[in-house]
């Protein structure tokens, strides 16, 4: 048997068909394509954090549970007798984890489009059937048609998102305290976004024994040190935590996110500055011509352009040495790009780069 044959003879149908999540090269370019945070630490805790670094002890394996960071967390979030947490390699493997434990042919994972892609991916990379059920015009939920789509599909798993991505709104509370309540497994509030809304689900932890609520640093100035976590009953969270690799959370990992989440406010008030650079850009957007721009409560703007535009819109863009993500050929957002809130610079020279090209 040739190599090729043996590859296809072994590997599964579906990871045969499907194809490698891609990430563009961002190097030398002003990168404004994947919600980061523009600041570098400030200057108080970067030298906390190195400092707590030099003693890091590289040659043992990490705290398979994280205990400090873990007690930290609980104490800062007030979590109630009965909730617990568990932690990610990001988000992104929290939605693999759930995907693994809740893998089986006939399941569906569900969630309102566009949102985020590795509900999707994850979900269909375990073998199980992805259902998107669309928002309305205005981004808004369709509340009938996400109970109706329940009620059809049974779904192991519904993500909603809040604020929404690639949309950047907020969905509406009862609707999402309807879609809780109909769920026949768990709901999964993704609040990757909530340092930029203000707003929490936290408090519906206690109230239903389905809903789990998912966080990252990610968005607040952490993307590279990769940490997520999941917050839900206990029960959901042990049963989780059998499938978790007993060390994902590296130690470099777990001691920079126990040194910056010590002092709270230092990233707090950057994401402050982050909202406050949103509602420029976004006025400073709504002023071009040709242009439409979706109010946004998390760190990034959705805009339509003329049609036909978008493609020739980012490569000019790109040329001009700004990277930011361009939605064509996602359902419903067509002439659609999105833009991640930068430094002041850096939004600036995004708007003349546009200008320029419209
Ligand atoms: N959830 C949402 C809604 C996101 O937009 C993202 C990142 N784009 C993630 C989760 C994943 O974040 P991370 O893996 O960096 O924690």
Redesign the pocket.
């Known amino acids: 048997m040739d190599a090729e044959s043996r590859l296809r003879r072994w590997l599964r149908p579906q990871l045969l068909q499907s194809q490698s999540y891609h990430v563009p090269d961002s190097r030398g370019l002003i990168k404004l394509d ?2 980061e945070n523009p600041y570098a630490l400030p200057d108080s805790l970067r030298e906390r954090l190195l400092d707590a670094l030099r003693d890091a002890p590289l040659n043992r394996y990490p705290d398979p549970q994280a205990r400090e960071l873990r007690e930290l967390l609980i104490a800062q979030l007030g979590l109630a007798d009965g909730l617990d947490l568990i932690f ?8 693999q984890l759930l995907a693994i434990a809740l893998a089986g042919e006939d399941r569906v994972v569900l969630a309102p489009t566009p ?2 892609v ?1 509900y999707k991916v994850l979900a269909e990379a375990l073998g199980m059937r992805f259902v998107g059920v669309p928002l309305g015009p205005d981004f808004s939920l369709d509340k009938s048609a996400m109970l109706e789509a329940i009620a059809r599909h049974q779904p192991a798993l519904v993500y909603l ?1 809040y ?4 949309t950047g709104n907020l969905f509406d509370e009862q609707a999402m305290r309807d879609i809780i309540g109909a769920a026949p497994g768990l709901v999964v509030v ?1 609040e ?2 909530s340092p930029f809304s203000a707003r929490s689900f936290a408090g519906w932890l206690g109230q239903y024994d389905n809903l789990l609520l ?6 607040q100035g952490l ?1 590279g040190l ?3 976590y999941l917050l839900g009953p206990r029960a959901w969270i042990q049963e989780l935590d059998k499938l978790r690799l007993p060390y994902n959370i590296n130690v470099l990992t777990q001691i920079a996110a126990r040194v910056v989440l010590e002092q709270p406010a230092e990233l707090e008030s950057q994401a402050r500055e982050i909202c406050e650079s949103r509602q420029r850009l976004f006025a400073a957007l709504g002023r071009l011509s040709g242009i439409s721009v979706h109010p946004s409560d998390a760190n990034f703007l959705l805009f339509r352009v003329p049609a036909g535009q978008g493609g020739r819109i980012f490569q000019g863009l790109l040329e001009q040495g700004i990277l930011i993500k361009n939605l064509h050929g996602t359902p419903g957002l067509e002439d659609c790009l999105r833009v991640t809130v930068g430094t002041p610079q850096e939004n600036a020279s995004f708007l003349q780069a546009l200008e320029r090209i419209l």
Request: zero cysteines; a neutral charge; hydrophobic letters at 40%.
């Open positions: 994947a919600m990610g390699n990001g988000s992104d493997e929290l939605i949102g985020f590795m998102a604020p929404n991505n690639p993704d990757a976004y998912m966080r990252t640093l990610s968005k993307a990769r940490l997520g």
